[in-house]
Nanobody, 123 residues
Framework: QVQLVESGGGLVQTGGSLKLSCAAS????????MGWFRQAPGKVREFVAG????????YYGDSVKGRFTISRDNAKNTLYLQMNSLEPEDTARYYC????????????????WGQGTQVTVSS
């Protein structure tokens, strides 16, 4: 199994940027497909971005396309999410997740989760 710890969240103004990190430990990080999800109070957990094991394939939710970039460094066992042009609607707790089967937009397919990091965008 793999353990995941997110960092990099915080408070930012509209139009600002943040870069989230997800440090992995345990089983070989490069064997996992990875995803970023977010959840705001009272809302369903939403797919933000996903990346395949090599990092060559990336996928994004419609609400973040063109603003967010997912990447990974398998040598450092770390997943990243660069978030630009942030909007108040991006306010949520952000989670990284690992899946052995594929990149999926359905959070139910991911077995391993971090505790999340809070991102708050002020207007």
């Amino acid at each position: 199994q793999v353990q995941l710890v997110e960092s990099g969240g915080g408070l930012v103004q509209t139009g600002g940027s943040l870069k989230l990190s997800c440090a992995a430990s345990g089983r070989t990080f490069s064997s996992y497909f990875m995803g970023w999800f977010r959840q705001a109070p009272g809302k369903v957990r939403e797919f933000v971005a996903g990346i395949n094991r090599s990092g060559a394939g990336t996928y994004y939710g419609d609400s973040v396309k063109g603003r967010f970039t997912i990447s990974r460094d398998n040598a450092k066992n770390t997943l990243y999410l660069q978030m630009n042009s942030l909007e108040p609607e991006d306010t949520a707790r952000y989670y990284c997740a690992a899946n052995v089967e594929r990149v999926a937009s359905n959070f139910l397919e991911y077995r391993y989760w971090g505790q999340g990091t809070q991102v708050t965008v002020s207007s």
